[in-house]
């Protein structure tokens, strides 16, 4: 037997060698892998977040000029009742239905569906203005003074 050589009972003796499982306990190399990866899953999460909210601002600001475009009523609607001016000392019947949108002979039915829809728009609790209310009342108030009901 020269040297280098082995037995034939030392390779079964290391043949049956006893088998560790890897331990629980992590490597340094094994926690910079799994941390590493979550900072890149977390880098491209909030890149893409900021890349999506990015480009629904800049379609909401389109949207935005689309709509107020479309919102836009020609002037020529406006001409012939258009109201010159601020409002008098004394309400008058032509002021109160150029305030309310309706006729100055309308029916009380007429004059309460006007103040409504114009009171939602107008109301201060929504953000309207409190003299433009009063006003508002004031018109209603001399419309329904002498109009038959409906």
Do not use: C
Not at 31 to 36: E, H, N, S, T, V
Not at 54 to 76: D, E, H, I, N
Not at 125 to 138: C, L, Q, R
């Amino acid at each position: 037997m020269g040297k280098g050589y082995l037995p034939h009972t030392d390779i079964q003796t290391h043949q049956y060698a006893e088998y560790n499982p890897k331990s629980n306990i992590w490597s340094d190399t094994e926690i910079d892998k799994r941390l590493g990866g979550t900072l890149i899953a977390v880098g491209l999460g909030v890149a893409a977040a900021g890349f999506s909210g990015r480009y629904a601002f800049q379609l909401w600001k389109r949207l935005g000029q689309v709509v107020s475009q479309t919102k836009k009523m020609p002037t020529s609607a406006f001409s012939s009742q258009h109201y010159k001016g601020g409002f008098d000392q004394n309400m008058t019947k032509n002021e109160a239905s150029l305030i309310l949108g309706i006729s100055p002979t309308s029916t009380k039915s007429k004059v309460r569906d006007a103040h409504r829809r114009i009171m939602v728009l107008n109301h201060p609790d929504k953000g309207g203005s409190p003299y433009m209310a009063a006003k508002i009342n004031e018109a209603k108030d001399l419309l329904d003074k002498g109009q038959q009901g409906g």
